[in-house]
């Protein structure tokens, strides 16, 4: 059964290689984390970031604001979407989708963040720029949301609309990590394993406990799909690992893309996050799982009326495979989407906003964390400055119902 690393051929995994501070493949030669020197007690108001997203070099400017203006399109395009967003500037555009894109824990300013972050899988070519990659991909895959919506009315079978939605799900996943649409699952390996620490984990006793009661006799599975997925708890830390070859893998997205669509039909915001979820657990592609679950998690998002999440850190995704994801999640990264949106709307946005960066800011964001859900989510926003801020909770419960 696929449950652990020595059924998933991981055997050999040392566990001083899984030291990682964000969720990432073992073996993997990514140079994505704190390349870039941060001065984290400086802080930077509106017209300072403005000029940060304008003093940009040329070329990459150019592109950036080609990108922007795209997607600026592809939200006028969609009547569901909220004219607070549909009516930003192209410089707005580029300093709120980097802003709730960037993780919160990240070092680096998040308006230039993505121009120098990932340099991992595909990024060889200098030409190739995570920022505009970015904003092309949510401008694409919204507008491929609303044809596949649209495609109910028009009389096409919920298969048929997936199938639409898979090509451009390609062109999203070739964007994000610079490869041609037909080779993203090409390049993956079949075996995928990578590790999650356990801060990083909503409830790691809860995986702990299911580990022990079913060692290797159970296979977990996916709450929406029923997709495989292995666990394997180490060295304060959970590993997760897949299996699937190349050519199922686009049968498997079908099946997801099918869920995604009907949540998005049903206007249901808890099948949507959860459905996106389980896709990134999955790591199907070699490099921007999370970056490409985020950006189908709030193009349907988008296409319903609500702001795109605020991502907690990289391993926002990676709350738990054991249960279905609580709504006081979706509601904090709301939350703080919507004071970012605020505060570019009415330009008076600061970097110590967007990262909770001051003790006045910092200390308003844990007064939130009144459920063990939002005292996690208050964790993984201020880092390892949360110990400062928080109080232990006892446990209490917990909404269960999507808004």
């Avoid at 977990?220 to 029923?226: D, F, R």
């Avoid at 391993?315 to 939350?335: D, K, Q, R």
């Avoid at 919507?338 to 003790?359: D, F, R, Y």
Wanted: charged share 20%; proline share 5%.
């Amino acid at each position: 059964m696929i449950l652990g690393a020595r059924s998933m051929g991981y055997s050999h995994v040392n566990t001083q290689e899984l030291e990682f501070p964000h969720a990432v493949p073992l073996g993997s030669s990514s140079r994505a984390i704190d390349q870039s020197p941060c001065q984290p007690h400086l802080d930077l108001n509106y017209t300072q970031m403005m000029d940060i997203a304008n003093k940009k070099p040329i070329a990459l400017l150019t592109q950036e604001k080609a990108a922007a203006e795209q997607l600026l399109v592809a939200l006028g395009n969609n009547a569901g979407v909220s004219n607070r967003i549909s009516k930003l500037s192209n410089e707005q555009i580029r300093i709120f989708f980097p802003c709730v894109y960037v993780e919160a824990k990240h070092k680096l300013n998040p308006i230039t963040a993505y121009n120098t972050k990932d340099m991992g899988y595909g990024d060889e070519d200098e030409k190739h720029d995570d920022n505009v990659a970015m904003l092309l991909g949510y401008g694409n895959f919204l507008t491929a949301v609303k044809e596949a919506a649209d495609g109910k009315e028009k009389g096409m079978s919920l298969d048929a609309r997936a199938d639409l939605l898979l090509n451009s799900y390609h062109h999203l996943a070739g964007t994000l990590i610079n490869e041609a649409p037909s080779e993203i699952f090409k390049s993956s390996a079949a075996e995928s394993a990578y590790r999650v620490p356990e801060e990083s984990v909503f409830k790691p006793e809860d995986i702990y406990a299911y580990f022990r009661r079913n060692s290797f006799q159970h296979p977990l599975k996916t709450i929406s799909c029923g997709h495989v997925l292995g666990i394997l708890p180490m060295n304060r830390g959970i590993t997760y690992c897949t299996a699937y070859e190349s050519s199922k893998k686009d049968t498997i997205m079908h099946e997801i893309l099918m869920k995604y669509i009907s949540a998005i039909d049903s206007g249901n915001v808890g099948d949507i996050i959860q459905t996106t979820v389980d896709y990134q657990f999955l790591h199907l592609l070699p490099n921007a799982n999370g970056r490409s679950s985020q950006i189908m998690r709030d193009c349907a998002l988008m296409h319903l009326g609500r702001l795109p999440l605020s991502s907690l850190t990289t391993n926002s995704h990676y709350l738990s495979p054991l249960e279905p994801i609580e709504c006081e999640h979706f509601s904090f990264m709301e939350e703080i989407s919507e004071e970012i949106l605020s505060a570019v709307e009415q330009q008076n946005l600061t970097l110590s906003l967007c990262k909770k960066g001051t003790p006045i800011l910092a200390t308003a964001l844990a007064e939130r964390a009144k459920t063990p859900a939002i005292e996690f989510d208050v964790k993984q926003f201020l880092g390892k400055e949360a110990k400062k801020y928080l109080t232990p909770q006892p446990p209490k419960g917990s909404v269960n119902s999507f808004a």
